[in-house]
């Protein structure tokens, strides 16, 4: 369960490749800057490289490297050439990366156009976000997997039923079962936004209805409201410009939300209830515990594949139209399939998927400037990074260069003692005085990260262990590389001002590392090397087999603001 952060199910079938585009002008050929046989850089793809380095990289403005930069983006070209001399854009593999790009593109205008430049901010909007900034709201929630237990808990507490004893039969956490399913404190991004929008709106002392969050529902309680009583005019004037961004993101995924939940009522989204439990059976069956949708065998589920499973206004689907529909959807987002409730929703974000791809192609929008902008771009990243990939896997290293390189280094694989630490984060300085009361009252530090650490999410991530040198731990070395395992420390102040916990969990000492422990490192060291040779031979070939006109002259006059 992750009341904290997270986004709709729904939400993932089609922003999860999102772009945030804007609308670019063709430019004029006195703008190119390079031809590369049939394709060509202009000012504005120089300008756009340009200003993502110096973001990234803090990238200085001269001339060299301006220079630098455009025989970078020349050499891409070229390796890109030699990607399709390979074949990559017409395999198999390519093929569906092709079609994945141009649904991700068709989506990217349907929601920039239809759901993000619809939604306003108002004055009042961003001075009530200013104030919810500076309240901090003290909660307790009671957690139910899917809307008909949700409905059940609820009808308890209409009775006369507490969230305490209710909380001993739903929470497997010992604290969160204890304490009747109290959260303590959060403010603004702290946690779900359903979660948040709801919690604000109630007064001290009363339940919400269900409210949906990422992986189920939650019923809130709101036991404190403490606000910071010096905010002033100055103080927002100076943050408005950050707190309309905020807003305008916020409104935006909740518009989205709204938009497709409308869309499943107005398609008229229904389902076969026992096609939909013998398919969530075949998912529990399978060894990855989520949906994998490639045939094995005897394929998906041949008795299966024929069964309509879902019926709506754009027609009927049986399983195997649902696994063709799904094919372009993450690893990420089949994981959250946890109960039939979650595959109807995985299925009905399919549904309303569809109809906005009709929609966009309807509306032309895959004839848009931006459209096709967006889809040459990352279709020239997909052929490069699989390029480069395969380059890679090519190298192959003598093992004598190997053994030779460790024998030539070996005070570099010399390793200085070690402690290994586990750690826990949050954002909040009075969960992290919460934290530090229970745990000097004897509470299991894994079982903490696990609920409250906000870097540690996940089934297997609490448990693991960093190992630093005294070196590597900066200024709080001398209170931290004393620990003997089991003793813990905290909270600390880290510099992206998360407040920090770490247990000594392990201690290692000086020793050198054996080859075989060293080996991988090693290969990397050669690869990296050998790489860049191996890149610019490519390069050079391809340079000599299609023509290359280069325009340096015209970089001193590219405006880069």
């Not at 050929?29 to 993502?52: G, H, M, P, Y």
């Not at 906005?356 to 052929?383: F, G, I, N, S, T």
Request: positive net charge; contains cysteine.
């Amino acid at each position: 369960m992750n009341i904290r952060y997270g986004l709709h199910i729904f939400l993932f079938l089609f922003l999860s490749g999102l772009v945030w585009i804007s609308c670019q002008r063709q430019p004029s050929s006195e703008d190119v800057l390079a031809r590369i046989d049939r394709s060509s850089i202009t000012t504005d793809d120089f300008r756009k490289r340009f200003q993502e380095l110096k973001v990234r990289m803090g990238l200085p403005d001269n001339g060299q490297t301006r220079r630098e930069l455009l025989k970078n983006m020349v050499n891409e070209k070229l390796l890109i050439i030699e990607a399709k001399h390979r074949g990559y854009d017409r395999d198999a593999q390519g093929q569906f990366e092709w079609e994945r790009i141009q649904i991700q593109g068709l989506l990217n205008q349907f929601y920039e156009r239809e759901i993000a430049s619809k939604v306003r901010i108002s004055e009042r909007e961003l001075r009530e976000l200013f104030v919810r900034f500076n309240t901090r709201i003290k909660a307790r929630h009671l957690y139910a997997p899917t809307r008909k237990k949700a409905d059940s808990l609820y009808a308890l507490l209409q009775k006369g039923a507490s969230f305490e004893e209710l909380a001993k039969k739903v929470f497997k956490d010992p604290r969160l079962r204890e304490s009747g399913g109290l959260i303590g404190y959060f403010t603004v991004d702290e946690m779900h936004p359903n979660f948040e929008d709801a919690a604000f709106r109630l007064k001290v002392g009363e339940i919400s209805p269900p409210v949906k969050i990422a992986s189920g529902y939650s019923i809130i309680k709101v036991e404190d409201r403490i606000q910071n009583p010096l905010i002033t005019e100055i103080q927002f004037a100076q943050k408005k410009d950050r707190l309309e961004q905020f807003l305008r993101y916020r409104k935006t995924i909740k518009k989205a939300a709204a938009f497709v939940d409308s869309m499943r009522r107005v398609l008229e989204v229904e389902f076969d209830p026992d096609v939909i439990r013998e398919v969530y059976q075949h998912i529990q069956g399978q060894p990855e515990g989520y949906l994998i949708l490639e045939e094995r065998g005897d394929g998906f589920a041949p008795e299966l594949d024929d069964r309509i499973i879902v019926r709506s206004r754009l027609g009927e689907w049986t399983v195997r139209t649902f696994r063709e529909k799904a094919r372009f959807t993450s690893d990420k987002e089949k994981r959250w399939i946890r109960n039939e409730e979650n595959l109807e929703e995985f299925i009905a974000g399919l549904v309303v998927r569809d109809y906005m791809l009709q929609q966009a192609r309807r509306k032309k929008y895959d004839r848009l400037p931006e459209y096709r902008e967006y889809v040459q771009e990352q279709w020239e990243m997909y052929l490069l990074e699989r390029l480069e990939q395969a380059l890679w896997e090519e190298i192959v290293v003598p093992e004598d260069s190997l053994r030779h390189y460790y024998q030539r280094n070996r005070d570099r694989f010399t390793q200085a003692p070690q402690i290994g630490l586990r750690e826990i984060a949050v954002n909040d300085r009075q969960v992290a005085q919460v934290i530090k009361r229970l745990l000097r009252q004897g509470a299991s530090f894994e079982e903490l990260a696990q609920k409250y650490s906000i870097r540690n999410q996940g089934p297997t991530r609490a448990n693991d262990v960093a190992y630093f040198t005294r070196r590597q731990l900066g200024k709080w070395a001398d209170e931290i590389f004393p620990l003997q395992p089991g003793e813990w420390r905290g909270p600390f102040t880290s510099p992206d001002s998360l407040y920090l916990f770490v247990k000594c969990v392990d201690r290692l000492p000086q020793r050198v590392i054996p080859y075989e422990e060293a080996r991988e490192e090693i290969v990397k060291i050669y690869k990296y090397m050998w790489m860049a040779k191996k890149r610019e031979e490519i390069i050079r070939r391809v340079e000599r087999t299609v023509p290359v006109a280069r325009f340096p002259e015209k970089l001193k006059t590219v405006r880069l603001n």
